[in-house]
């Protein structure tokens, strides 16, 4: 079953809660951000060659230890595909060729505490790499647990006692990590933070101080997504907030405002949705009687002269066509949804409904998912054309079905 990971939900008030005492929230530079001005209306499709120079397809093996539900977040490794399925809480190994691995089942490894499936509360993985492979960490019930690429519990080659709470983090040349969902367990600040930047260890600097509860500021709904979205430069990061259209860049000595994103005013929140009081406890239904408004920005890959992103909105039409790419030499907004398959893509699709969008940049290429329920609605829908697919998607059609795996997209991006 295919979630959307641009989501709206309850904020997670049960496991993610703060007390406002001694805030410390570091302020976010934004002397040079760049204003975009988007209509996703007014955005062109076209071919695939003007984005992208090669497109390929991995099926990924399905048998009985091996089927998931969806990609909530995909890795990639020298030699791996390795997958966090939110829905069995598993962490699943796949070869590039797409030859199932391994599974790590999560519910079964977590110490000192009763959850199941639905209680089990995972914000996503890491990488950290080991010479040619690689160490799976994951945080869990204020835990750190690790693994090899065999799913082989690692207890002592990384440090488990952390001084904060974190569910996700990305480290950057030298000593200087970022983490998500930050709180100190040890200080005086106990507030939560969206992201929080540890030297040497030491915490630095923390940003985005988030406010939880039924009636706070930050909000009842979030966004999904990424909490880090790679570029073209392993020293820079991008990163979002729900109800924000701007596009935020991490490195190793802060956060900024990197670009501004404009929208029509028919997609736009009020400009005081996030201070006044009339909205606190109530910006779900605003969004339900305000369909066409944008609730925020994800997937904000930069590559070259390119910026891609995805817009949120409960509109069934950015829904369908919510995916872009920016030409920031050019200033020039193309649609991805509306790029038409063709010999470059081998007569499918890149993009699907809602929530299949790009979902890994490993420094050469982009990674995007389709389930197969979508590949075999389009294939029986394009039958009649007698396309001449690849041999490895070919035989996907012939002997698989729409309960199989989802297939990863490989794509190389123009610079």
Same mark, same amino acid.
């Given at each position: 079953?295919?979630?959307?990971? /641009?989501?709206?939900?309850? /904020?997670? +008030?049960?496991?993610?809660? @703060?007390?406002?005492?001694?805030?410390?929230?570091? +302020?976010?530079?934004?002397?040079?951000?760049?204003?975009?001005?988007?209509?996703?209306?007014?955005?062109?499709?076209?071919?695939?060659?003007?984005?992208?120079?090669?497109?390929?397809?991995?099926? $990924?093996?399905?048998?009985?230890?091996?089927?998931?539900?969806?990609?909530?977040?995909?890795?990639?490794?020298?030699?791996? &595909?390795?997958?966090?399925?939110?829905?069995?809480?598993? %962490?699943?190994?796949?070869?590039? @060729?797409?030859?199932?691995?391994?599974?790590?089942? $999560?519910?079964?490894?977590?110490?000192?505490?009763?959850?199941?499936?639905?209680? #089990?509360?995972?914000?996503?993985?890491?990488?950290?790499?080991?010479?040619?492979?690689?160490?799976?960490?994951? &945080?869990?019930?204020?835990?750190?647990?690790?693994?090899?690429?065999?799913?082989?519990? %690692?207890?002592?080659?990384?440090?488990?006692?952390?001084?904060?709470?974190?569910?996700?983090?990305?480290?950057?040349?030298?000593? +200087?990590?970022?983490? =998500?969902? &930050?709180?100190?367990?040890?200080?005086?600040?106990?507030? #939560?933070?969206?992201?929080?930047?540890?030297?040497?260890?030491?915490?630095?600097?923390?940003?985005?101080? %988030?406010?939880?509860?039924?009636?706070?500021? =930050?909000?009842?709904?979030?966004?999904?997504?990424?909490?880090?979205?790679?570029?073209? =430069?392993?020293?820079?990061?991008?990163?979002?907030? &729900?109800?924000?259209?701007?596009?935020?860049?991490?490195?190793?000595?802060?956060?900024?405002?990197?670009? *501004? $994103?404009?929208?029509?005013?028919?997609?736009?929140?009020?400009?005081?949705?996030?201070?006044?009081?009339?909205?606190?406890?109530?910006?779900?239904?605003?969004?339900?009687?305000?369909? *066409?408004?944008?609730?925020?920005?994800?997937?904000?890959?930069?590559?070259?002269?390119?910026?891609?992103?995805?817009?949120?909105?409960?509109?069934?039409?950015?829904?369908?066509?919510?995916? /872009?790419?920016?030409?920031?030499?050019?200033?020039?907004?193309?649609?991805?949804?509306?790029?038409?398959?063709?010999?470059?893509?081998?007569?499918?699709?890149? %993009?699907?409904?809602?929530?299949?969008?790009?979902?890994? /940049?490993?420094?050469?290429?982009?990674?995007?998912?389709?389930?197969?329920?979508?590949?075999?609605?389009?294939?029986?829908?394009?039958?009649?054309?007698?396309?001449?697919?690849?041999?490895?998607?070919?035989?996907?059609?012939?002997?698989?079905?729409?309960?199989?795996?989802?297939?990863?997209?490989?794509?190389?991006?123009?610079?």
């Amino acid at each position: 079953m295919n979630k959307p990971f /641009f989501y709206l939900s309850l /904020f997670l +008030t049960t496991t993610l809660f @703060s007390v406002r005492t001694f805030a410390q929230e570091n +302020t976010v530079n934004k002397s040079n951000v760049r204003t975009l001005r988007i209509d996703p209306s007014a955005a062109n499709g076209g071919s695939m060659l003007q984005v992208f120079t090669e497109i390929s397809y991995v099926p $990924l093996e399905t048998t009985k230890e091996s089927l998931f539900g969806d990609i909530t977040q995909l890795e990639v490794s020298e030699d791996n &595909y390795i997958i966090y399925d939110n829905d069995t809480k598993c %962490i699943l190994i796949f070869e590039k @060729s797409g030859k199932f691995k391994v599974k790590i089942e $999560l519910g079964k490894v977590v110490e000192g505490v009763r959850l199941n499936s639905e209680t #089990l509360d995972v914000y996503g993985l890491s990488l950290k790499k080991t010479g040619s492979d690689c160490i799976i960490q994951v &945080y869990i019930a204020g835990k750190l647990y690790a693994f090899d690429t065999n799913a082989k519990r %690692i207890k002592e080659t990384i440090e488990e006692k952390q001084k904060h709470r974190a569910s996700q983090f990305y480290n950057f040349n030298g000593d +200087t990590k970022v983490v =998500s969902y &930050y709180q100190d367990s040890k200080g005086k600040d106990k507030s #939560l933070y969206q992201y929080a930047l540890i030297k040497d260890g030491k915490t630095s600097a923390k940003y985005f101080e %988030i406010d939880t509860g039924k009636y706070s500021k =930050s909000g009842d709904l979030a966004v999904g997504g990424p909490s880090f979205i790679e570029t073209d =430069s392993p020293d820079i990061l991008h990163a979002v907030r &729900y109800y924000d259209y701007n596009i935020y860049r991490i490195d190793s000595e802060g956060i900024s405002a990197a670009y *501004e $994103l404009i929208f029509p005013a028919k997609n736009t929140i009020p400009k005081d949705f996030n201070t006044n009081k009339v909205y606190f406890g109530k910006k779900i239904n605003h969004f339900f009687k305000n369909v *066409e408004n944008i609730y925020g920005v994800g997937y904000t890959f930069k590559i070259g002269d390119f910026l891609y992103f995805k817009c949120g909105s409960l509109s069934s039409y950015i829904r369908r066509n919510g995916s /872009f790419v920016y030409d920031l030499k050019n200033d020039h907004l193309i649609s991805l949804n509306r790029l038409d398959p063709d010999s470059l893509s081998h007569h499918l699709p890149i %993009i699907g409904g809602w929530d299949n969008d790009f979902k890994k /940049f490993d420094g050469k290429h982009l990674y995007a998912s389709l389930s197969s329920l979508e590949l075999f609605s389009y294939y029986n829908q394009e039958k009649k054309k007698n396309y001449k697919y690849p041999e490895v998607m070919q035989n996907y059609f012939n002997k698989g079905n729409k309960k199989d795996n989802p297939v990863i997209i490989k794509l190389t991006p123009k610079h």
